[in-house]
């Protein structure tokens, strides 16, 4: 039964964490690059649609990815303290989860709440904060960067810390 539990566990963390960091990679890789070449009304109409999905859809596969991590490395430790923290694969599930924990709340900070920010500009009749809403975009910008940055060092100390973990 515990390698069923660890492996519906471990495919559950995967998938929401493609879901996450893969969002946020089509975000910058496709959508980003996509909306400079689109005229600025029909750019407008789609953010409308676009943001309010990106902001729930996001941090909701943020929050399973790390839920559902944290139950998998209580299940993989055992719950056993010394595996936890005296291992060396304890503690690169433990910085993971910490550049986890920080990938969110710099999602939430620079990403969710700055595109509400935007949001509420692009409801505006005729929106004429063009200086501010170049600092939102930017903002907006830097957090997906930075939260996808620290995304994939996540995804290579899960990597390390499964080859560490099977030998």
């Known amino acids: 039964m515990a390698d069923v539990l660890a492996f519906v566990l471990r495919f559950l963390h995967i998938l929401a964490g493609i879901a996450w960091i893969g969002a946020v990679a089509f975000s910058l890789g496709v ?9 600025l009304d029909a750019r407008r109409r ?3 649609q676009l943001i309010p999905v990106a ?4 941090p909701m596969a943020a929050v399973s990815t790390i839920v559902l991590g944290v139950l ?7 719950f056993d303290a010394f595996l936890l923290t005296g291992t060396p694969w304890g503690r ?19 990403v969710v709440e700055t595109g509400r920010r935007i949001l ?8 004429e904060h063009g200086p501010e809403m170049g600092v939102l975009q930017k903002r907006f910008n830097l957090g997906q960067v930075l939260a996808l940055a620290l995304g994939l060092v996540v995804v290579a100390l899960m990597i390390e810390a499964a080859h560490g973990y099977l030998s």
Not at 31 to 39: I, L, Q
Not at 120 to 127: I, K, S, V
């Open 72 to 78: 998998l490395y209580l299940h993989m430790g055992r």
């Open 46 to 48: 789609t953010m409308r």
């Open 92 to 110: 690169l599930i433990l910085a993971a989860l910490v550049f986890s924990l920080a990938a969110f709340a710099l999602g939430m900070v620079l």
């Open 120 to 127: 509420t500009h692009l409801d505006e009749p005729a929106c």
């Open 31 to 39: 959508v980003r690059r996509a909306m400079g070449r689109v005229d």
């Open 55 to 58: 902001i729930r859809y996001v």
